[in-house]
């Protein structure tokens, strides 16, 4: 069935780095554009990453812009999110998410289950 | 940025009752809105989009109308698998913007 889990999340320290990865399966990744959005402790959902299908387009929200860096291997049917420079508010579940195949942007219609990550010291 | 406001912060509805969910944007997002609905523990679903058409296999008590800024999601006779946290979203402009979510809990 059509899935995306994602992985590599965890406790990091300020200044830290950590690299995301989510796993698509049941359908073929390089059909659609994805994106990032993540959700800090109890509160609301913060759309931060969008990529292209091919990869040539990207957006960022502001507060995550020159720190990370969204990409994908289609071949390997693989989205990830390199975030360096952490900082504490970055704590928050990432989710990848699938775009319906509509508009740029569009809705999101599949999302992963989610990975934690921590930026404490 | 678009700002999505949603009200009420907090629904008490008994089950079988009707509730009116508010999302308003800060400027126009024409029909480019989607609602979400996430339980504890759970990643977000996608319900309806383009303001209007429910995702596959929704059930017709989830509705949703308007376009430009003001827009409602209405669920017609609450069931017990309904509470929950629910968001707008819009993609009409970038970022992409949610809407601080409305949580639907038992009266």
């Known amino acids: 069935q059509v899935q995306l889990v994602e992985s590599g999340g965890g406790l990091v320290k300020p200044g830290g780095s950590l690299r995301l990865s989510c796993a698509a399966s049941?359908?073929?990744?390089?059909?659609?554009?994805m994106t990032w959005i993540r959700q800090a402790p109890g509160k609301g959902l913060e759309w931060i990453a969008h990529?292209?299908?091919?990869?040539?387009?990207?957006h960022y929200r502001d507060s995550v812009k020159g720190r990370f860096t969204i990409s994908r291997d289609n071949a390997r049917n693989s989205l990830y999110l390199q975030m360096d420079s952490l900082r504490a508010e970055d704590t928050a579940t990432y989710f990848c998410?699938?775009?319906?195949?509509?508009?740029?942007?569009?809705?999101?219609?599949?999302w992963g289950q989610g990975t934690l990550v921590i930026v404490s010291s | 940025e678009i700002v999505m406001t949603q009200s009420p912060a907090t629904l008490s509805v008994s089950p079988g009752e009707r509730a009116t969910l508010s999302c308003r944007a800060s400027?126009?997002?024409?029909?480019?809105l989607a609602w979400y609905q996430q339980k504890p523990g759970q990643a977000p679903r996608l319900l309806i989009y383009?303001?209007?058409t429910r995702a596959t296999g929704l059930p017709p008590r989830f509705s949703g109308s308007g376009s430009g800024t003001d827009f409602t999601l209405t669920i017609s006779s609450l069931q017990s698998e309904d509470f929950a946290v629910y968001y707008c979203q819009q993609y009409n402009k970038w970022p992409l913007t949610f809407g601080g979510g409305t949580k639907v809990e038992l009266k």
């Open positions: 990529i292209s299908s091919s990869g040539v387009s990207i």
């Open positions: 998410a699938r775009e319906m195949e509509r508009l740029t942007p569009d809705a999101f219609d599949v």
């Open positions: 049941g359908f073929t990744l390089s059909d659609y554009y």
């Open positions: 400027e126009t997002v024409s029909s480019h």
């Open positions: 383009d303001a209007s």
